[in-house]
């Protein structure tokens, strides 16, 4: 924890936020990353108490940076680099989404039987 800064594309990788580098220059190359409520390039230097904004899934994520690791880190020390902002609300849509009526077809199965269109229907209350 001796750095003072570091780019952004690397304390994405390194915080386990992106799984490589390369991912993660993309997302800030294609306007995903947000730097201080701005769009962000992936050279861009932080600072401790930089807020980074980004999506996964459906939940809108906010990370504060609070230091900087010299590489990537294992996943059980990754919060004592930052300090995860992301309203409770947020979190509850993720949840949410495991519990949603939806109905699921294996890849190249086909169109659904007569049953199994019976079955679907009646999953989704229609």
Known sequence: ?????????????????????????????????????????????????????????????????????????TAKDVLLYYHDLTPQTEILKLQDLKYAKVERREKGKGRPTKKERRDIDKLKGT
Request: aromatic share 6%; glycine share 6%.
């Open 1 to 73: 924890m001796a750095e003072n800064s570091t780019r952004i594309d690397k304390y994405l990788w390194a915080v386990r936020i992106f799984k490589t580098r390369s991912l993660a220059i993309d997302a800030c190359n294609g306007g995903k990353i947000k730097l201080n409520g701005t769009n962000t390039k992936p050279s861009k230097e932080l600072k401790p108490g930089d807020k980074i904004e980004f999506q996964r899934s459906v939940v809108h994520h906010t990370i504060e940076v609070v230091a900087f690791p010299k590489s990537r880190i």
